[in-house]
Every structure is written in structure tokens, then in C-alpha cells.
């Protein structure tokens, strides 16, 4: 039931667009009945016609002898009268009968303006008796002096009660909405359709996908927002290839001055005797390995959100992943971390060979960095039935579930973190996946640490 209020208050276009339907027809239907019934008004048919007239002059006559019945009679003659013209027993809302006979009212309806008296005979008049408007027209026999006059009301809010009292405007849109109500909504779903093209296009894409639009459809309106879409992307898209180069340009000038201050730290070094000078001068090149390292994660960044057209080729993974253990052996050495790889058989993969190194790097040299002195890092790669999939575990602190996913971001770190770091290590990994059309996800490991996996799906090589 909640959930049902939510979505009934919850604003959306198709309803919208139903219920402007239905006030448009609601508007128009009120401006027609409104110009046809005031004109009956002005000109109503019981008034203008001669039947009514006639059957009254027939009645006064051939029952002139009887005052008694004959008063009778028009009483209810006057009370049918009323009832098929609406109003009800209200003479301001309904219509009056008088008769006369030789200038003598001999019967007049409850109500009626027995003061008023028509000065053409014959012709419509419209009246005023105590504050009320009148339409009025009076006819005399013509074999004897008894004249009819009938009253209609003619003022705005009779006419609105009169309007109402007939169910000439409440009744037909009663029975008409909800007739329209599902061709209305069918049809607008209909319309959509080019719309919800577009939506699930957008829908469907990943936050780097900034290429334009495929479906643009041909109606004009949906045409111009698509187009508008468009050029937004192509503005971002600028901006993000303008932000790329000048990091990936950056970063490639600061290599070659970093390089430098090394290697004059590391020959001032030589030189030094003194034990506090030596510790400064080791200061200066551990800051200088982190910026170095730093450069080079932004230049594999970057390298990997690249959108060139690269070969894909065949790469044996086992292969890869064992060449890479070897090269960051002496860093899990030096924290006396230890390697653990299992895999069945040679595993190959398509991708390229520089940006699946950078992953595997990126991966191994987390998980040293964060496990414990002494821990375990393992390293096993697994063919399943669609994918081959690399997980890499080790005995950290993890990471929470809530931060899983800010995680991938660039230069975010988990804020309880006291390792150093620049927060570029997953996202690296996370943009690997992306050009190789794979995924990664986290959770936890066995022993209560991280344990990344990295699904890559099955090619066929010829």
C-alpha cells in the first residue's frame, strides 16, 4: 500500500499528459453545452413552439363550466411541465405557468410573477419581476379570451442550475472518461516508444562511455533533446581527453627531473659521514620513490582510460602472472610477506600484454603493502564455464562494504587508512577491466582480509 501512494504521488509525464487531456476535454466540452444551452435559454423550445399553447387553450375551453376541475388539472399540468424542465419545485429555477381569461389571472403556477404582463403578444420577452430575470411569452386563442403565458428562467445562476438539474454536463463526462482514460494512456505509451528508446540507451551505458547517442530518432522534439545530449557529451568528452593529456604530459616531464634528483641523492650519499645527514638523505629518496611511483601509476591511468584502437592478442595469463611474482618477490621479501600462486593449466587471454601487467602489478603490490609482516598472499587463477578468473587474497585489514565501490574512484582512500598511498591502485585495475571488457568485485577473504577477483571472459584463438 506504501509503495502503491508512492508511485500515485510521484510526478510523471504520461499522467500528466492524461489528465491535461481530459481538462482540455472537460473546457471544450463546457464552451460547446454552454453555447448550446444558452441559446436554448435565450430561445427556449417549450416557448418558442405553439403545442403547449394549444393543449392549454383546449383545456380552459372545453372546461369553462367546471372552475373547480379545470384548476385542478392545470395544477398538475404545471407541476408536469416542471418536471420535464428540471429545477425542481423552485419557480426562480423552473418554469411558471399563468393563464388568463379576460384579463383575469383564473390559474397561476406556485410562485409565479403574477405582476408581470407581456406588452407583445406572441413575441419573446425577457422580463424583470423582484429582482429576477424572466423569459417570458404570452399567446391568446384565437376562440376566446384565454391567454398563456409562460415564464423560463434567464438569470446566470439559474441557467447554471438548470445546466445541472438536466445532467446535461456532469452526466456525459461521467460515462465518457473512463472510456478515454485507456485509449489516452495506450496511445501516449505508444508515442513514447522513440523516447524510451533513448532512455534505455543512456540507461544501459557505463559512466566512461561518452560517445554520442545511437538512437536518434526522426520526431523533432525528441530529435532536438537528443542532439542537445549530443553536444553535451562531445563538450565532456573534450574536457576529459584535455584533463588526460595534460596529466599524462605532466607526468611524463616529472619523470625525468625525479630520475635525476635520485641519482644525485644517491651519489650524495657517498659523500655523507655524518649519521644524521645520511638519515635525511634517506629521507629524500624514499619521498622520491613514492612521487616516482606516483608518476607512474598516473602514466598507467591514463594509458588505460585511453580510448585507442589497441589489437587485442592472445596472452598467456599463468605465464604473466608468474614473470610478475618474480619482479616483486624482493618487495614482499623486505615485509616478509609470503606468495602463494595456484593454477591447473596455461590460461590465455585477450587483451594487452603492458595494461594486464599493470593490473596483475597493481594487485600483488596492494596486497604487500597492506598485509601484516609475516602474512600470506594468494595468487590462483581458475577456468570457469564463460570466464577465467583471477583472484588475489591476502590478510589485511580489508576494506568496509560501504566503501567497496568509492574505492575504484581515483585518489580515494578508505579516511581509517594509516598506510600511504595515492589512491590510484583499484582505479587503475578498475579501468584495465573496462578495456578489457571484464569486471572486478571485492569482498572479503578467508582469512578476514581483501580478496579482489577479476573476471575475464572466454575467447575463442584460432
Not at 635520485?262 to 645527514?277: F, G, K, P, T
Request: hydrophobic letters at 45%.
Amino acid at each position: 500500500m506504501r509503495n502503491l501512494w508512492y508511485h500515485l504521488r510521484r510526478p510523471t509525464l504520461v499522467r500528466r499528459i492524461i489528465i491535461a487531456q481530459m481538462l482540455l476535454l472537460t473546457l471544450l466540452w463546457s464552451l460547446f453545452l454552454t453555447f448550446i444551452l444558452w441559446e436554448d435559454l435565450r430561445s427556449p423550445p417549450i416557448l418558442t413552439g405553439s403545442k403547449t399553447y394549444e393543449t392549454l387553450f383546449t383545456l380552459v375551453e372545453r372546461m369553462d363550466e367546471r372552475p373547480q376541475a379545470r384548476t385542478e388539472v392545470l395544477e398538475a399540468f404545471s407541476k408536469a411541465l416542471r418536471e420535464s424542465y428540471g429545477g425542481g419545485e423552485d419557480p426562480a429555477l423552473s418554469i411558471n405557468l399563468i393563464v388568463r381569461k379576460n384579463g383575469a389571472v383564473i390559474f397561476s403556477s406556485a410562485g409565479a410573477p403574477v405582476g408581470v404582463t407581456n406588452t407583445r403578444p406572441g413575441e419573446m420577452e425577457h422580463v424583470q419581476s423582484e429582482g429576477r430575470a424572466w423569459t417570458s411569452r404570452t399567446l391568446k386563442s384565437a376562440h376566446s379570451d384565454v391567454e398563456v403565458t409562460l415564464f423560463t428562467p434567464a438569470s446566470g445562476w439559474n441557467f447554471f442550475i438548470y445546466l445541472n438539474s438536466r445532467g446535461y454536463y456532469i452526466l456525459p463526462l461521467l460515462v465518457c472518461f473512463p472510456f478515454l482514460l485507456f485509449p489516452a494512456w495506450l496511445s501516449i505509451r505508444i508515442a513514447m516508444r522513440p523516447w524510451n528508446k533513448v532512455v534505455n540507451e543512456i540507461s544501459l551505458r557505463t559512466p566512461d562511455d561518452l560517445s554520442p547517442l545511437k538512437a536518434v530518432p526522426k520526431h523533432r522534439e525528441l530529435r532536438q533533446m537528443v542532439d542537445a545530449i549530443n553536444d553535451f557529451l562531445a563538450r565532456v568528452r573534450e574536457s576529459a581527453e584535455r584533463e588526460r593529456v595534460f596529466i599524462a604530459d605532466a607526468a611524463h616531464e616529472l619523470r625525468t627531473p625525479l630520475a635525476a634528483m635520485r641519482i644525485n641523492v644517491e651519489a650524495l650519499q657517498s659523500y655523507v659521514l655524518s649519521q644524521s645527514q645520511q638519515e635525511l638523505l634517506a629521507g629524500i629518496v624514499r619521498s622520491n620513490s613514492r612521487a616516482a611511483r606516483l608518476v607512474n601509476q598516473l602514466l598507467l591511468m591514463m594509458h588505460s582510460e585511453a580510448r585507442i584502437d589497441t589489437v587485442m592478442e592472445p596472452v598467456p595469463l599463468m605465464s604473466l602472472i608468474q614473470d610478475r611474482m618474480a619482479a616483486l618477490e624482493p618487495l614482499a621479501s623486505e615485509r616478509r610477506v609470503e606468495l602463494e600462486f595456484f593454477a591447473e593449466d596455461e590460461v590465455w587471454v585477450s587483451g594487452i600484454r603492458e595494461c594486464l601487467m599493470s593490473l596483475i602489478d597493481n594487485l600483488i603490490e596492494n596486497a604487500v603493502k597492506y598485509s601484516p609482516e609475516g602474512g600470506r598472499i594468494q595468487v590462483d587463477v581458475r577456468s570457469l564455464e564463460k570466464s577465467t578468473q583471477l583472484r588475489v587474497s591476502d590478510a589485511g585489514p580489508g576494506i568496509p562494504v560501504e566503501l567497496r565501490e568509492r574505492v575504484f574512484d581515483r585518489f580515494f582512500r578508505d579516511p581509517n587508512q594509516l598506510q600511504s598511498g595515492s589512491g590510484l591502485g583499484l582505479a587503475i585495475v578498475k579501468a584495465v577491466t573496462q578495456q578489457h571488457n571484464s569486471c572486478v568485485n571485492l569482498s572479503t577473504s578467508a582469512e578476514g582480509g581483501l580478496m579482489v577477483t577479476v573476471d575475464f571472459p572466454n575467447r575463442t584463438f584460432s
